[in-house]
Nanobody, 121 residues
Framework: QVQLVESGGGLVQAGGSLRLSCAGSGRTLSMGWFRQAPGKEREFVAAISWSGGTSYNTDAVKGRFTISRDYAKNTVYLRMNSLKLEDTAVYYC?????????????????WGQGTQVTVSS
């Protein structure tokens, strides 16, 4: 069984930065970040392979967010720069024990509890 614990969320002004972390217990390969704003469906943000050599970002965050991981620590990070009001959401970490890198939430086996990111004007 894999457990994921996110941290690093908070309140930040527009244009600011945050770094989210997700520490996993147990073996994980591909990992990803999703977010869910009030009244909206959960959406894909970024995903990364087990080695960190392959990653994907949704168009809305390209050039602003960077996903990375420390495989030895079984931790994935999401560096968020130039934050916008529309980035406000609960951010969830996800993981799966295979080499595929899903961009759909249904492709993941394990989820964290979520961390709130609020961007203010």
């Amino acid at each position: 069984q894999v457990q994921l614990v996110e941290s690093g969320g908070g309140l930040v002004q527009a244009g600011g930065s945050l770094r989210l972390s997700c520490a996993g217990s147990g073996r994980t390969l591909s990992m990803g970040w999703f977010r869910q704003a009030p009244g909206k469906e959960r959406e894909f943000v970024a995903a990364i392979s087990w080695s960190g050599g392959t990653s994907y970002n949704t168009d809305a965050v390209k050039g602003r967010f960077t996903i990375s991981r420390d495989y030895a620590k079984n931790t994935v990070y999401l560096r968020m720069n130039s934050l916008k009001l529309e980035d406000t959401a609960v951010y969830y970490c996800a993981a799966k024990q295979s080499f595929t890198i899903p961009t759909m939430s249904g492709g993941y086996d394990y989820w964290g509890q979520g961390t709130q990111v609020t961007v203010s004007s």
